[in-house]
């Protein structure tokens, strides 16, 4: 079963960037069919799902990131991102990174009951 590991978060400026890695996991349903994930959670918050991707390249955001982030993966590498520009101090948070492993290509939603395999978080802090 896979562990997806995430990477490259850190601190910075309100208005700057940020590139989210999920990689190093390997799934028998093959990674390519799985619904990939990003969420994160805020202190004293909970799991909000920030975006999701299918199969097929399409693509869900949460209102408050359309615009501002966007989320990608590379099937060939096994690898999951999370392009994140223009950064407000509301986007402080751990951010995860799940796969749905039902394998059904598409995604069902960007709830945390639809992820079965999560990452162990990687630390972003906007400051204003």
């Known amino acids: 079963q896979g562990q997806p590991a995430e990477s490259g978060g850190g601190s910075v400026q309100a208005g700057g960037s940020l590139t989210l890695s999920c990689g190093g996991s390997?799934?028998?349903?093959?990674?390519?069919?799985?619904?990939m994930a990003w969420f994160r959670q805020a202190p004293e918050k909970r799991y909000e799902g920030v975006a999701s991707?299918?199969?097929?390249?399409?693509?869900k955001y949460v209102d408050s990131v359309k615009g501002r982030f966007t989320i990608s993966r590379d099937n060939s590498k096994n690898t999951l991102y999370l392009e994140m520009n223009s950064l407000k101090s509301e986007d402080t948070a751990t951010y995860y990174c799940?796969?749905?492993?039902?394998?059904?290509?598409?995604?069902?939603?960007?709830?945390?009951?639809?992820?079965?395999?999560w990452g162990q978080g990687t630390q972003v802090t906007v400051s204003s």
């Open positions: 390997e799934f028998p349903q093959g990674y390519s069919s799985l619904c």
């Open positions: 799940a796969a749905d492993l039902r394998a059904q290509g598409y995604c069902f939603g960007l709830s945390t009951r639809d992820f079965g395999a």
């Open positions: 991707i299918d199969s097929f390249g399409s693509t």
